[in-house]
């Protein structure tokens, strides 16, 4: 029998949660943008050719934030391509994804979409193959209002106000191998220096991000973020962060505690930003732009997926397509409980992707718009946190992992707002046991009324699919017990959970 104990009190806080955590990424990948947010011709498309269906569970999704174009594709992508009359648009090769990119979606479509869907745009600029100048052409493009080459060419585009990006993404991934253009700390930290001081002359309020490195795992994790951050301390806001998680075979054990491995990332780089900040002497923190995370099949692009031939460069094609499972969604949950407890420093994030590659949203060309397992736990936690995350008392049984050793088989993160409300996100990482959580709630006062809902499954491995799109949903969880400034929860074997408290 798992046993844990949780006291929740308003006073003891994180920090204030950044609405851009419930962000997410759209690449031009696979059928993210072609077949996903855009099919001209299907029966919700609006006039510009956008499914409403999608734009509808994007919006109940509770997303924020939209990075945009990549990702991979970005360090090989030459924005101007995707601007003016769409007959005159080039059809380009895409060397990161080993397809053709046809240019029907650019900026201006795309800034229309995030309007649309209510997202703000963040938008990434090619630091691989390209430089500053291009990156200074596409801010002037989207954010100058008029009177100059470039935002001239926009309002005779059809767009007379100017897209006021504030969030920019300086390159894409620059430490990784795979990326086109990939190079050494030193020199991504020189031309993103130039580009962010530039990108700062012609727009002073931008926001700015520095590439930290692809992942954790990465040999040059750690120097990458000391060697970026001591050029670009004072031109930049964020270093990003960027984490995939897969199982390793049927080590399930390890995969459910992906999350402490994400809680070490944050750590680690915070505290790498912060010794540059004493290097320095600065009183400016720098913070974390989480922008790319989740569940990702990785391996399977290599072995399965993955086209070289010269003569093969399809459009649109099915790309990490992968369906997700119960227990997909328990990691995922517990993820965000991972971003929420670091809210003080991870002031943005993008899960990626969004729609059809690594996403929670898939459709069928001509046919419907359907949600994976992984829909539910975003889009609860991002309609139900509320405004302050709060330090936590837990005591939970631990396991052991191959990877991370000992890690507490409950996992938990509350969120507070002043009006009263209380909200906990929970997860019980037992493939075979429920857990019995008993939280202390005295601090928040007079609890009326508790609603808790659970994702889990007798099958772990069950995914939804165009057939059975809602073969996994949330479901109510009637064990709480509530009284005496105490409340009682059974979590499932293997489950996510959220609990409202007014
Ligand atoms: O999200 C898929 C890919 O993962 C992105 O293009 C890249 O930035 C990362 O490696």
Redesign the pocket.
């Known amino acids: 029998m798992i046993r844990a104990h949780l006291t929740v009190d308003p006073h003891f806080t994180v920090g204030t949660i950044n609405r851009r955590l419930f962000g997410s ?1 759209v ?1 031009h ?1 696979g059928r993210c943008v072609y077949e996903g947010i855009y099919e001209p011709g299907h029966p919700t498309a609006d006039e510009q050719g956008f499914r409403a269906d999608v734009m509808e569970l994007v919006r109940e999704m509770g997303v924020t934030t939209v990075r945009y174009p ?4 970005v360090s090989g992508y030459r924005w101007e391509d995707g601007i003016g009359p769409v007959e005159d648009r080039p059809r380009r090769l895409d060397l ?2 080993h397809s053709i990119e046809t240019n029907e979606i650019g900026l201006d479509e795309f800034a229309s979409w995030a309007k649309k869907a209510d997202c703000e745009l963040m938008y990434a600029v090619n630091l691989g193959t390209r430089g500053v100048l291009e990156a200074l052409d596409v801010l002037e493009y989207a954010n100058v209002r008029s009177g100059t080459q470039w935002s001239d060419r926009r309002v005779a585009n059809g767009h007379p106000d100017p897209h006021r990006i504030r969030m920019w993404c300086l390159g ?2 620059m430490d ?1 191998p ?2 086109l253009g990939h190079t050494t700390a030193e020199a991504y930290a020189e031309i993103a220096a130039t580009a962010a001081g530039a990108m700062r002359q012609l727009d002073p309020d931008l926001e700015l991000v520095a590439c930290g490195s ?1 992942s954790a795992q990465m040999p040059t994790f750690g120097e990458w973020e000391r060697v970026v951050l001591e050029r670009t301390y004072d031109l930049v806001d964020f270093i990003s962060c ?1 984490a ?1 998680y897969e199982p390793r075979g049927d080590d399930y054990e390890t995969y459910l505690a992906s999350a402490v491995n994400m809680d070490r990332f944050i750590d680690t780089v915070v505290a790498t930003a912060d010794h540059v900040k004493a290097l320095r002497s600065s009183a400016k923190t720098i913070n974390i732009s989480f922008d ?1 995370w ?1 569940v ?1 099949y ?1 391996s399977r692009y290599d072995t399965e997926e993955k086209v070289t031939s010269i003569d093969t460069w399809p459009v649109a094609p099915h790309l ?1 397509e992968h369906s997700y499972t119960v227990m997909d969604a328990v990691v995922l949950g517990s993820l965000l409980i991972s971003l929420i407890r670091h809210a003080d420093r991870v002031t943005a994030a993008s899960i ?2 969004l729609v059809n ?2 996403a929670p949203i898939m459709t069928e060309p001509g046919g419907p718009a359907w949600k994976q397992t992984t829909f539910y736990p975003f889009s609860l936690t991002s309609r139900l946190a509320r405004e302050t995350a709060l330090e936590l008392k837990l005591d939970s049984p631990t396991y052991d992992t191959e990877l991370y050793g000992q890690v507490p088989v409950v996992d938990a993160v509350a969120t507070h707002d002043e009006g009263g409300g209380t909200t906990i996100f929970a997860v019980n990482r037992s493939l075979t046991d429920e857990a019995t959580v008993e939280i202390d709630v005295s601090g928040v006062g007079d609890v009326a009324r508790v609603t808790a809902t659970s994702m889990f499954d007798d099958d772990v491995h069950a995914a939804n699919s165009a057939s059975q799109p809602d073969r996994v949903r949330p479901r109510e969880n009637d064990s709480v017990i509530v009284g005496d400034g105490r409340l009682t929860v059974t979590l499932p074997a293997c489950s996510w959970t959220v609990l409202t408290l007014d």
């Open positions: 990424f690449e990948l990549g990702g991979n594709f990161a994804w894409n991934e990784g795979w990326q692809s960027h995939y790319e989740n990702w990785q990490l990626a992707q590659a690594i």
